[in-house]
Each structure stands twice: as C-alpha cells, then as structure tokens.
C-alpha cells in the first residue's frame, strides 16, 4: 500500500465557458467537480495502475467531508487530520481556448493541528512501506513539517518521495535527511543552486552536493523527456511525439508511475520508461491525472531510455 499525502487539498471545479465575458453573467452546465491536489492526483493514477493507495492530509468542513467521500466513491481509503478551517476551492475557467484559473489560499493550520498529524504518523502510514509527499503548504506550516515525514519514514524504513517546489523544494534538498526521490523541471533546479543551469550541464549537477544522496532524481524536460539519476548512473529518456489533449497532471502522473515500478522492484530502464509513459498517458486523456492502461504497452515500447 502507498500512502500519499496532499497538504493543502482543494475541491477542483472546473467551468466550460465557450464566450465568456468579463463584467458580465456567464452561464453553464458544463461543470466538472472532484478531490484535487497533486498528491492525490498521484494517488488516481496510482489506482489505475493496481496499486492500493491511502491518502492522507488536512481537511476541514463541508468542502473536506466533500473531498473524503469522493475518494471513497472511488474506492480510495483517507486518513486526513480534520483541522478547524474550511478546505479550499480551485477553480479553472474554460474558455476560447484559454484556461483561467482561481486558486484560493486555503485553511491555516494550527500548531495543534500539526502536531496531531505528526503524532499519528504510524496510524496514518500503517501499512505502508512508501510514502509520497506532494504539494504546497498550507498557512502555518514551514518546510520543517515536511522534513518531519521524511525523518519518520527513514527512521521507519520507508521509502520516501516529494514533489514540491520554491523554498520548500530548497529547504528538503539542503536538509541533513533526503527524500529518496524528488521530481524538479530545470528551472527549480536552477532555483535550488541560484545559478543558470544548462541542459548539457544537468547530469554533471546531479552527480554533485546537495542532490548526489538523493538515489531517484526525475528532471522533466517537458516535450522533451526526462534527464534522470539513479544512484550514480544518469539517463536521457526520450518519448514519441503526440497530439496532447490535456497536459495539466503529467507530471503527477509520471511521478505515479516511477513509485509504482519503483514498488514493483523494476530496474532502472522499467523504472524511467514506466514514468514517462503514465505522464505520456496523461497528455493523451481529457482528465486530469487519469491513465488509459489499455494503451500502456503501446506507447511504453516507443520510448526510448539510454545511459549518458
């Protein structure tokens, strides 16, 4: 079972409007709902791909009873922390071909919140042997509740990934304990160092401080692919091109299935091109963070993955 933790969750609500106009009224009844935030994005795709999956985090009121019973309906188990504040929405607009998005802030959590989270670690993973941490942080809380779950799965012999970015992503990589994988573009990792990094220059960086002890490091490269480290091996995969329909939670869906094949005890080649493959699977899938498995096989063996 893995267990992966959403933060700072959100009800996603999404409105296709084909004219919208500004200062004005807009109607629709194409409206989409559902449990969002990326790490329970990873847990979706986790599920199409056999796995059981728990999800845990902060939920609070009508809007968190919302997100826990569409995870159930989805016969997804939860075991979030209930806090005070309201859970928040998101919302993206359709429209012209355009998508605008409305992301509210979210709740605050409380110092007693935290601590109540921390404190019923081995309840909320029981059972898990991987965890994965995805996502921002909610008000009051610093990267330090994260590198709390990290010291509790490494001193619990569990494996451990994050995907987060900013600050946060430069606190963990910096930190004494490391996550056992991490998903950064080039950018964050230009952002970590506070140098311009280079393409050609990306595996020479991972092999040094502060991401050489971290075993799984998968740099998105977008259309492009991925450079990733295993241990002190690095390779540039390669995917075929397609037709994206919706590339929102590719990267959530890559993340998914590099932790899936890494559960499974899949080589490094299995490993990288299973990754590629869900985030590919992704692009070509109206919803976000969903997989066609039935064309899994398909696109897995036209991608390409070589050492460097």
């Known amino acids: 079972m893995i267990l992966t933790i959403t933060a700072n969750p959100s009800v996603d609500i999404s409105y296709q409007i084909d004219d919208f106009k500004i200062d004005d009224v807009n109607r629709t009844d194409k409206v989409v709902k559902d449990a969002g935030g990326k790490g329970i994005h990873v847990g979706y795709v986790l599920k199409e791909l056999g796995e059981e999956v728990v ?28 806090i005070k504040e309201d859970t928040r929405n998101c919302i993206a ?8 998005e409305i992301l509210e802030k979210g709740p605050s959590i409380s110092k007693k919140e935290e601590e109540e989270f921390i404190k019923n670690l081995d309840q909320i993973s029981k059972d898990c042997k991987f965890i994965n941490i995805s996502g921002s942080l909610p008000k009051g809380l610093d990267p330090s509740f994260y590198e709390k779950i990290i010291a509790y799965a490494k001193g619990n012999n569990k494996f451990v990934s994050m995907d987060t970015s900013g600050k946060i992503l430069e606190a963990i990589i910096n ?33 040094e401080k502060p991401f050489k002890d971290i075993k799984y490091i998968i740099v998105s490269l977008g259309k492009d692919g991925a450079i990733v480290k295993i241990d002190k091996k690095i390779y540039k995969a390669s995917v075929p091109k397609v037709k994206a329909i ?63």
């Open 55 to 82: 999800h845990s985090g902060f939920v609070g009121g009508v809007l968190g009873a919302y997100i826990e019973n569409t995870l159930q309906s989805k016969g997804q188990n939860s075991r979030f922390v209930k």
């Open 175 to 207: 930190s004494d304990i490391k996550p056992d994988l991490i998903k950064p573009n080039e950018k964050e990792i230009a952002d970590v160092l506070k140098i311009e990094v280079k393409k050609e220059k990306l595996a020479e960086i991972l092999l």
């Open 93 to 100: 607009i359709l429209h012209d071909k355009n998508q605008t």
């Open 246 to 308: 919706n590339p929102v939670g590719s990267g959530d869906s890559s993340l998914a299935g590099a932790i899936y094949a890494i559960s499974c005890g899949k080589d490094d080649i299995d490993i990288i091109k299973t990754s590629m493959n869900c985030g590919l699977l992704n692009v070509l899938n109206k919803e976000i963070a969903h997989i066609n498995i039935k064309d899994f096989d398909k696109y897995y063996q036209q991608i390409k993955v070589e050492e460097i």
